[in-house]
């Protein structure tokens, strides 16, 4: 019989993410938006009052441009790095 071969190399390699991985987290803002138009549809078919949430949807949307800006970073500096 044949000694086993008891020489491992425990190696850690850094798993390869694709570029655009990064890039499918901005998928949310859409869905959000998507969101937010079939609210603003179904506030003028059921004549829903909205005047009471538009000082904190206009929070929201202030919160969610600098979330998008800062995810655009995020995203792109991978690319940045890998080039």
């Keep these: ?3 086993l071969d008891t020489d491992l190399d425990y ?3 850094e798993s390869p993410s694709k570029p655009g991985s990064r890039m499918s987290a901005l998928l949310i803002f859409p869905v959000l938006g998507a969101l937010f138009v079939l609210l603003l549809i179904a506030a003028v078919l059921f004549q829903i009052d909205l005047s009471d949430l538009i000082s904190p949807f206009m929070g929201l949307m202030m919160l969610l441009f600098f979330v998008v800006v ?3 970073f995020w995203a792109l500096s991978y ?3 890998r080039a």
């Design 1 to 3: 019989m044949e000694p």
């Design 79 to 81: 690319r940045a790095s």
């Design 70 to 72: 800062i995810m655009l």
């Design 11 to 13: 190696t850690q390699e």
